[in-house]
């Protein structure tokens, strides 16, 4: 398989057969859509937010059907974590966050976005960690502290 085959095949898997995460690819191609990532980013925190809802109504439920029901959301939430967690590494990280050395003009704006990202990551890994309506919220807010910056 020549080079070019083998580009064309990593970037459909990356593309289609990973599903889940909508970062972009990992050449210096110079096509961002940074609005496109950050409504991705709030999609994501919906669903976390329409799953906590969701999980907190059936726990009062204690049949097999909330049960499934229930896991089910648990593993939607948890999912749409992650996916936050890819983007925000994968495409914000390590696409648009160019480093600053400490002294240069722009150094403080470079560790405010590091921080930027950084408090979406934790606040994603948050609400993997716990079934509440506040981390939800902190993670919407976070996200919009990110778009601040784009």
Known sequence: MNTNRICIVV???LTVGAGAAFAHCQVPCG???DPARVAQLSEDAA???KSIQKIQELSSKHDPQAFNQAARWVATKDAHASNIIETVSKYFLT???KPVAAGAEGHD?????LAACHAVMVAAMKTKQKCDANAAKALD???AALDERW
């Open 11 to 13: 970037a459909l898997t």
């Open 31 to 33: 096509i961002y859509d």
């Open 47 to 49: 669903t976390i937010t």
């Open 95 to 97: 696409q648009k966050v």
């Open 109 to 113: 704006a470079y560790l405010e976005t």
């Open 141 to 143: 807010a976070a996200i």
